[in-house]
């Protein structure tokens, strides 16, 4: 269910990102922006000024108004879950587990973003978030030297993508197992360089290319 509370007063530089979380949530769902302004009940001249203008400050009402379009949370979109991992609302009252088919496993994959990746260390098993993309099927991502992704390349790895929908009380998982492997031909790289769906959130020169192919891939989805 739909958060109804007038939200608290986020922080800020939060509050700065309104936009941005507007905007990205409505591409999510599909929605333009003059269809969302009319569901809203508002002008599409003003959801453009409160995506485009960081010191945008709309009243509560508007707030609340916007979650109920865009089937989120008020605390979703002024930010107050960034420093919370997903999945704190309640569950759905008769939630359905499902099994993914292949296709949909690999179409969920696709859709590019931040995966999380288990590797084997001398200390035991860790999971680390990377950014990957998909090409020809197998999922590749950048890393540096001596960092605990590149211990990935010559092992069996697990790999898993998921999204969680606090609002719904729904979400997904996809989770890939295969060997990876260390990208060294030139050719190859370059074009994984060219075709990455984005650069490192984290910064900093990461030269090396990991590729896993994919050999078990099983996914759940949790529905109302």
């Not at 973003?113 to 084997?120: D, S, Y």
């Not at 030139?186 to 900093?204: I, K, N």
Request: proline share 8%; net charge positive; glycine share 12%.
């Amino acid at each position: 269910m739909t958060e109804q509370t007038t939200p608290r007063p986020a922080p800020e530089a939060v509050l700065g990102d309104l936009g941005r979380r507007l905007a990205a949530r409505r591409a999510r769902l599909g929605l333009t922006r003059r269809e969302t302004a009319l569901r809203a009940g508002m002008a599409p001249s003003y959801l453009r000024y409160l995506e485009e203008h960081p010191g945008a400050a709309p009243r509560p009402a508007v707030l609340v108004t916007l979650a109920q379009v865009l089937r989120t949370t008020v605390t979703e979109l002024s930010g107050g879950t960034v420093d919370l991992p997903p999945g704190p609302a309640r569950a759905g009252s008769a939630p359905r587990l499902t099994e993914l088919g292949p296709a949909e496993c690999q179409a969920l994959l696709g859709t590019h973003g931040v995966g999380r990746l288990g590797v084997t260390t001398d200390d035991g098993p860790v999971i680390v978030p990377v950014n990957y993309t998909i090409v020809n099927g197998a999922i590749v991502f950048r890393t540096a030297r001596g960092a605990t992704p590149a211990l990935a390349a010559g092992a069996r790895v697990a790999f898993e993508v998921d999204r969680v929908d606090d609002a719904f009380g729904q979400g997904w998982s996809v989770l890939v197992r295969g060997p990876a492997h260390h990208v060294t031909d030139p050719a190859e790289r370059a074009g994984y360089a060219d075709r990455a769906h984005s650069g490192a959130w984290a910064g900093g020169p990461r030269e090396e290319w990991v590729r896993i192919q994919p050999r078990v891939v099983t996914g759940r989805r949790v529905s109302l």
